[in-house]
């Protein structure tokens, strides 16, 4: 009599080491396969054997086959007995279902190839009718020891077979019916019919993240022409409302958010559209401080002006120097304009040379210098070395140095916008 799974697909898995001192499954669905065996055992006694013979390196190689797992498990009088565990495979039309719902959504074929069973897609596969992990009373036990429920063995092929499902999920679809090979040609069947009739949608990559649009090259339609720079800024969304605000919301502070994310959104887009645009490294998130004078920007009147300046530690014309320097120069202006730094002696060397080859012997200013700062004696003007070695040009503004313009290169031009100079 022939084997009735001599055609079928079959994959085979080394012995693995004994387990001592790790859990059997570390992934959600392994810790499923184990509850279908642990909550249908009518032997509690035989489960703790077969993850003693499971702990102790006792199982040897696995087959998996299509509706059934198989080895052979040693006792420990060293008596071997094979022993299979049988779960029903799905039939055409739930594999219909399954393969129709996975082209619907191209993240869960991403997540099946980075060896990943999340747990939408489990449930989607559920809602499809398609029960993907086994429940109470699914994985049915056989072995030569004569056993009529789980015994030791079984138990231990079970427990060895959540750590082969924790490395890779398609053993469980294997199991289902579908070898990985053939399940991903019939999803590449029905992705290629489906990308040439689907509607095309006006926002077609909506709501789905990287991973999935990458994995949906060949699924959904190409992607949007960039988009048109708006003339301005969209309008937020008016807070003029019979309803009166919710216990701590400040419908003013709201208002004035909204117009600034606009006004940011606006900002960046313009800069991505930009020819020859080149993405920069992301900055460091800002302090509270710091973000206050960036939401400060554009709106200096504005009546939160106030709050942004005393949760920030500024008054309102400390605030307002913040966002001069800030437009300016962003971060570094407005770090220039706050804090005082000791040169180091390699880079205050190239500053003094820079200083001396400014301005002709006898043109040259008479400057005072202090840490990253030099002021001319007897005048209203500073120059402030930053970080990066250029220089801002300062003015005192009724008893404060105020930024007034940005940083330049050569320290005889900052000067001069220092100076009021053009």
Same mark, same amino acid.
């Given at each position: 009599?022939?084997?009735?799974?001599?055609?079928? /697909?079959?994959?085979?898995?080394?012995?693995?080491?004994?387990?001592?001192?790790?859990?059997?499954?570390?992934?959600?669905?392994?810790?499923?396969?184990?509850?279908?065996?642990?909550?249908?055992?009518?032997?509690?006694?035989?489960?703790?054997?077969?993850?003693?013979?499971?702990?102790?390196?006792?199982?040897?190689?696995?087959?998996?086959?299509?509706?059934?797992?198989?080895?052979?498990?040693?006792?420990?009088?060293?008596?071997?007995?094979?022993?299979?565990?049988?779960?029903?495979?799905?039939?055409?039309?739930?594999?219909?279902?399954?393969?129709?719902?996975?082209?619907?959504?191209?993240?869960?074929?991403?997540?099946?190839?980075?060896?990943?069973?999340?747990?939408?897609?489990?449930?989607?596969?559920?809602?499809?009718?398609?029960?993907?992990?086994?429940?109470?009373?699914?994985?049915?036990? $056989?072995?030569?020891?004569?056993?009529?429920?789980?015994?030791?063995?079984?138990?231990?092929?079970?427990?060895?077979?959540?750590?082969?499902?924790?490395?890779?999920?398609?053993?469980?679809?294997?199991?289902?019916?579908?070898?990985?090979? $053939?399940?991903?040609?019939?999803?590449?069947?029905?992705?290629?019919?489906?990308?040439?009739?689907?509607?095309?949608?006006?926002?077609?990559?909506?709501?789905?993240?990287?991973?999935?649009?990458?994995?949906?090259?060949?699924?959904?339609?190409?992607?949007?022409?960039?988009?048109?720079?708006?003339?301005?800024?969209?309008?937020?969304?008016?807070?003029?409302?019979?309803?009166?605000?919710?216990?701590?919301?400040?419908?003013?502070?709201?208002?004035?958010?909204?117009?600034?994310?606009?006004?940011?959104?606006?900002?960046?887009?313009?800069?991505?559209?930009? /020819?020859?645009?080149?993405?920069? /490294? @992301?900055?460091?998130?800002?302090?509270?401080?710091?973000?206050? @004078?960036?939401?400060?920007?554009?709106?200096?009147?504005?009546?939160?002006?106030?709050?942004?300046?005393?949760?920030?530690?500024?008054?309102?014309?400390?605030?307002?120097?913040?966002?001069?320097?800030?437009?300016?120069?962003?971060?570094?202006?407005?770090? @220039?304009?706050?804090?005082?730094?000791?040169?180091?002696?390699?880079?205050?060397?190239?500053?003094?040379?820079?200083?001396?080859?400014?301005? $002709?012997?006898?043109?040259?200013?008479?400057?005072?210098?202090?840490?990253?700062?030099?002021?001319?004696?007897?005048?209203?003007?500073?120059?402030?070395?930053?970080?990066?070695?250029?220089?801002? #040009?300062?003015?005192?503004?009724?008893?404060?140095?105020? #930024?007034?313009?940005?940083?330049?290169?050569?320290?005889?031009?900052?000067?001069?916008?220092?100076?009021?100079? $053009?």
């Amino acid at each position: 009599m022939s084997d009735p799974y001599e055609d079928s /697909p079959e994959r085979t898995f080394a012995a693995l080491p004994p387990a001592r001192g790790r859990g059997f499954a570390q992934t959600w669905w392994g810790q499923a396969w184990l509850k279908a065996l642990e909550d249908a055992a009518l032997d509690s006694e035989q489960v703790r054997t077969g993850r003693r013979l499971a702990r102790a390196g006792a199982v040897g190689a696995v087959s998996v086959r299509p509706g059934r797992i198989t080895a052979v498990v040693q006792d420990r009088d060293r008596t071997a007995h094979r022993a299979d565990v049988l779960l029903q495979q799905l039939s055409e039309d739930q594999w219909d279902r399954f393969l129709d719902m996975a082209v619907e959504r191209a993240g869960h074929i991403a997540a099946l190839l980075d060896r990943e069973m999340p747990p939408h897609l489990v449930e989607d596969a559920a809602t499809a009718g398609v029960e993907l992990l086994p429940g109470l009373g699914d994985l049915e036990p $056989e072995c030569d020891c004569d056993a009529w429920d789980h015994c030791g063995h079984t138990a231990a092929l079970c427990y060895q077979m959540a750590r082969l499902l924790d490395q890779d999920p398609f053993v469980l679809l294997l199991m289902r019916g579908r070898a990985e090979r $053939e399940l991903l040609d019939e999803l590449q069947v029905r992705s290629v019919p489906r990308a040439e009739t689907a509607p095309v949608r006006d926002e077609p990559y909506e709501g789905m993240d990287a991973a999935e649009a990458y994995a949906a090259a060949d699924i959904l339609p190409p992607l949007p022409a960039a988009p048109v720079l708006p003339g301005e800024p969209g309008q937020p969304p008016s807070l003029d409302t019979d309803a009166g605000p919710a216990p701590g919301v400040d419908p003013t502070a709201l208002a004035f958010l909204s117009t600034q994310t606009a006004r940011e959104a606006h900002r960046l887009l313009a800069e991505a559209l930009r /020819p020859g645009h080149e993405a920069h /490294p @992301v900055e460091a998130e800002l302090t509270a401080a710091q973000d206050a @004078v960036r939401l400060a920007v554009g709106a200096p009147e504005s009546p939160l002006a106030d709050r942004l300046g005393e949760g920030s530690g500024r008054d309102r014309e400390g605030l307002g120097l913040g966002v001069r320097a800030w437009e300016y120069g962003g971060v570094t202006a407005l770090d @220039v304009l706050e804090s005082e730094w000791t040169v180091e002696a390699e880079t205050l060397a190239r500053a003094r040379a820079a200083l001396e080859s400014a301005w $002709e012997e006898d043109e040259r200013p008479q400057l005072r210098a202090s840490r990253n700062r030099w002021t001319v004696v007897g005048g209203q003007a500073q120059l402030r070395l930053g970080p990066d070695g250029r220089w801002w #040009p300062y003015r005192k503004e009724r008893g404060r140095w105020a #930024p007034v313009g940005p940083a330049a290169q050569d320290p005889a031009t900052a000067l001069a916008l220092a100076e009021g100079h $053009e």
